[in-house]
């Protein structure tokens, strides 16, 4: 009803509009003043079939707001009896997926047993190089290999320039002498088979002795003997050891630088100055050089 009411209000301005701008433009035009007079009056009657409009709207408006007022008082009355169940409609399009969910908690690892080895995946990128690590212990030096086979001899040198001339040599041995010597034991230090040089004589001088003694008694004994001159020894000390009941010999060297005039001899004693070497017997040769 109040929408009936706003329409019928709609065409009543709509109207009285139309008959205002018409009577506007009929004066504009200079039409007699007959017809404005009119125009006038139909422009009051617009306004007051407004003002009607307007009333009627208000009322309109007041009788809607009764009627919500008792429907809402109005008692409920008991619920009918359920009509039998409708045919079932179409199937509806699916709905659109849903957002996945959050990711579950892990479970339980299977019993089964586990899966063969996957394929080897693609090398990765070479690492940066490690630290230099402590020396290895050095191996066992390998098998010397063979001689290689001599080369050819090379061709015969020149024949380089003549040296310089050396010192003069020595003129040889000027005198040997000689001597043999005995004795029936040796206690204390002895000296055997001194020789003199010859008269005026003087130089290097060589000397050897050999001497031989025994042991008979039941433990051993040492010979020891050198050779010297009146003034100084000749080389050095020899020892030799001898069993119990045993025989050795003893070889003595030395060499010196002599003046004329001296002897040359052989010093020997025994370790234990006891008389345990008897039968000694020996002899001694001494040469004399330039």
Request: include cysteine; charge should be positive; glycine fraction near 16%.
């Amino acid at each position: 009803m109040a929408r009936l009411v706003r329409d019928w209000k709609s065409w009543v301005l709509i109207t009285a509009i139309f008959f205002g701008l018409l009577a506007a433009s009929s004066a504009a035009a200079g039409v007699p003043a007959v017809a404005s007079d009119k125009a006038v009056k139909a422009f009051r009657t617009a306004r007051e079939a407004l003002g009607l409009a307007k009333s009627a709207d208000r009322k309109a408006a007041l009788a809607l707001k009764r009627s919500k007022t008792v429907q809402a008082q109005v008692i409920q009355g008991p619920a009918g009896v359920a009509g039998p169940q409708g045919a079932r409609g179409p199937e509806g399009f699916d709905g659109a997926d849903g957002d996945p969910g959050a990711k579950g908690a892990t479970g339980p690892a299977g019993a089964g047993a586990p899966g063969p080895a996957g394929p080897t995946g693609p090398a990765g990128a070479t690492g940066p190089a490690g630290a230099t690590g402590a020396a290895g212990t050095p191996g066992t030096p390998g098998t010397p290999g063979t001689n290689g086979t001599n080369g050819t001899p090379g061709q015969k040198g020149a024949t380089g320039p003549k040296g310089a001339t050396g010192q003069t040599g020595s003129t040889g041995i000027l005198a040997a002498v000689s001597s043999n010597f005995t004795a029936a034991s040796l206690v204390d230090p002895t000296t055997f088979g001194s020789v003199a040089l010859p008269t005026g004589t003087a130089g290097r001088v060589l000397a050897v002795a050999t001497v031989q003694a025994s042991n008979a008694t039941t433990g051993p004994a040492e010979l020891t003997c050198r050779l010297k001159l009146d003034t100084s020894n000749m080389g050095q000390m020899y020892s030799q050891s001898i069993p119990a009941g045993t025989k050795a010999t003893l070889t003595v060297s030395g060499s010196n630088y002599a003046t004329a005039g001296e002897s040359v001899a052989a010093a020997c004693s025994e370790s234990t100055d006891d008389g345990a070497l008897s039968d000694v017997h020996g002899e001694l040769h001494v040469w004399l050089g330039g």
